[in-house]
């Protein structure tokens, strides 16, 4: 079954330090895989796209990173900030499905604190 | 980034009655959308592929007589909740996919409480 895994489910830290959130995945064939965040009640915001073939994105103190051979994705976040705090998702198209749907994980809350 | 919209961004309604939730892609056209629903502290789970011009594919488990999907235009998807119950209040949110690099962008969402 291919499915997503996010771990940790919720992380806390002081303002200003790095972090890392993980998310694996169960087939490596992947099309692309998206990272996004979710405000309280909100819908989501994409924050960075990885397509098969890339091995990583960078969007100000962002940067997600691809290794299909091992099923993993991170998301790095430089120098948080307490803004940074929300629900973290890891997304995966699949290849050969159709329309590609995404497949999401869990989450990760993630609380800055000042 | 592309932006999707929703409306209405919250509807409270009697058991009974429908509902329909309106999704459009602003600045761009898109063949296909997704309606997704999520339940508190839950991650979202989907509901139906929408393309332009076809009839709806339904995820299994998703009743497709309570769940009237149409995307009539390559801007517009609508999700009528027919015959609407207590069990069908949830958070219900679109995204819509821009191909290629086949990235999706999502709506805001609505978020529906039946009496």
């Known amino acids: 079954k291919q499915e997503v895994t996010q771990i940790p489910a919720a992380l806390s830290v002081p303002e200003g330090e790095n972090l890392v959130l993980n998310c694996s995945f169960t087939d490596s064939a992947i099309y692309n895989l998206q990272w996004f965040r979710q405000d309280p009640g909100k819908g989501l915001t994409s924050l960075l796209l990885i397509q098969s073939s890339q091995r990583e994105q960078t969007s100000g103190r962002l940067n997600a990173s691809l290794d299909k051979s091992s099923g993993r994705s991170t998301l790095y976040i430089a120098a948080s900030q307490p803004g940074d705090s929300a629900t973290y998702l890891c997304?995966?198209?699949?290849?050969?499905?159709?329309?590609?749907?995404?497949?999401f994980g869990k989450g990760t809350l993630l609380t800055v604190n000042p | 980034g592309a932006v999707v919209s929703q409306h209405p961004s919250r509807v409270i309604c009697k058991s009974g009655t429908s509902v329909k939730i309106e999704c459009r892609s602003l600045d761009f056209q898109a063949t296909t959308m997704f309606w997704y629903r999520q339940f508190p502290k839950q991650s979202l789970m989907l509901m139906a592929t929408?393309?332009?011009?076809?009839?709806?594919?339904?995820e299994q488990g998703v009743e497709k007589d309570k769940f009237l999907i149409n995307h009539a235009s390559l801007t517009l998807s609508t999700l009528t909740v027919t015959s609407a119950h207590p069990e069908d209040s949830s958070f219900y949110i679109c995204s819509a996919r821009v191909a290629p690099p086949n990235e999706q962008f999502f709506g805001p969402g609505t978020r529906l409480t039946v009496l």
């Open positions: 997304a995966v198209i699949w290849s050969g499905g159709s329309n590609y749907k995404l497949t």
């Open positions: 929408s393309n332009e011009g076809s009839k709806a594919t339904y």
